[in-house]
């Protein structure tokens, strides 16, 4: 990982933070020194993320929580609070995806996707909010290419990101005079993540050949993103969403996944 940034000293709290991208980022800003939580709804996930975190050196917590219980979402913030103290960086990861065709999408399927990504963000943000740097804080919301490009078999998870991302930018208008800053990041295909082998059908050289840069993307390349935002370099920067993408989010929703080759069930 990148060790340009020094985050000692600072707070960290990573929701959807133990596995994939959000644990990268967190691991990024563990080895940048700073204290580090990490939440998701699985304990046994929590205390593997906590152990892998702790090589750094630096202090770390786990709370295990559900992004759709909003009381117990609190309670794990304010946790991490009274461990570490006001939290420097927020970053809302958690989410939950897969591939079916509107009419093969239940009501319930389409439910799960925006209680997860949208309701669930907007519950970690607004809880969050008693318990940020005030003024310094940067919210950090993991978003998607979906948001802005409509994709087939994605009409939950393009309506979910969608709102995500006018949450934060309505929590960009309303807490920007409390010197709290709210951007989002959009990942491309990133490499090991079970969002890629879930939506993602084709060999890795078909999918790297439509990307404008002709690669995957890494972990590191979301957590660099995510440290520049946590950071003073970004301070002037509010309401953003950032494709971290390699041009694919140019290409439109239909070359990022393969819909004739979309067979998944809704829940």
Known sequence: ?????????????????????????????????????????????????????ARHGG????????????DGVHAALAAAHARFGDIDVLVSGAAGNFLAP?????SNGFKVVI???????????????????KPGASIINISAPQSYNPAPMQVH????????????????LEWGEHGI?????????????????????????AVEGRIPLRRMGTLADIAHMAMF?????????????????????????RNYARPAEATAPSP
């Open 102 to 106: 509107a009419l093969g999408l239940s």
């Open 157 to 172: 998870a393009c309506a979910a990101k969608a709102g995500l991302d006018q949450v934060m930018r309505v929590l960009a």
């Open 1 to 53: 990982m990148n060790r340009s940034y020094d985050f000692s000293g600072r707070n960290v709290f990573v929701s959807g933070g133990t596995s994939g991208i959000n644990l990268g980022i967190a691991d990024a800003f563990a080895a940048a020194g700073a204290r580090v939580a990490v939440m998701s709804r699985n304990a046994e996930r929590v205390r593997a993320a906590e152990a892998q975190l």
């Open 115 to 133: 209680d997860i990504d949208l309701n669930g963000t907007f519950h970690v943000l607004r809880a969050a909010h008693e318990f940020l740097r």
């Open 59 to 70: 202090e770390v917590f786990g709370q295990a929580a559900d992004v759709r219980d909003y």
């Open 229 to 253: 935002l946590g950071s003073s370099d970004a301070s002037y920067i509010t309401g953003a969403l950032i494709p971290v993408d390699g041009g694919v989010s140019l290409l439109g929703g």
């Open 181 to 205: 800053r709210v951007n989002s990041i959009s990942p491309g295909p990133i490499e090991g993540t079970g969002g890629v082998q879930r939506l993602v059908s084709e060999a890795r050289p």
